[in-house]
């Protein structure tokens, strides 16, 4: 799996721009919210030292939902990676729905996960279930700006 912590990123327009409308059964302006405050709070947790297992479980299923481009670590940027199955390829309709049923299955799969990261199992599922499946809340309660 990927490493303890994520590489701090803001949620910039561009990002915004590059988020496929098809990837999302949520208004936008929710998913961002959402995304960009899951960003915030682990960059929060991160500077006392915490790792926040579900606030990056929302990430990297946000920022694969939106396409992002991400820099890791080490390396060159790059695509955001699927939170599950890891693979390289961009998020699109069929991947999403795939990510989505083997989500519902990860702490089954990854027993190890459960302990290892407290949360982040079900960030990912809830994630998914909001933003794809239109099913229950949104992973993280943001007030939502009207746009204007």
Request: hydrophobic residues 40%; neutral net charge.
């Amino acid at each position: 799996m990927a490493r303890a912590t994520l590489e701090p990123m803001e949620v910039t327009e561009k990002d915004v721009e590059r988020i496929p409308e098809r990837n999302l059964r949520v208004p936008l302006n929710e998913f961002v919210a959402v995304w960009a405050d899951a960003e915030r709070r682990n960059a929060e947790q991160a500077k006392r030292g915490v790792t926040d297992w579900y606030a990056g479980g929302v990430i990297v299923t946000c920022r694969w939902m939106a396409c992002a481009v991400v820099r890791p670590a080490s390396g060159p940027r790059r695509l955001a990676r699927p939170p599950v199955s890891r693979h390289d390829e961009r998020a699109r309709e069929e991947l999403i729905e795939a990510e989505y049923l083997a989500a519902e299955l990860l702490d089954v799969r990854r027993p190890d996960l459960v302990e290892s990261r407290p949360g982040w199992c079900e960030a990912i599922r809830a994630t998914l279930r909001w933003a794809w499946r239109c099913s229950g809340t949104p992973p993280i309660d943001v007030p939502v700006r009207a746009a204007g």
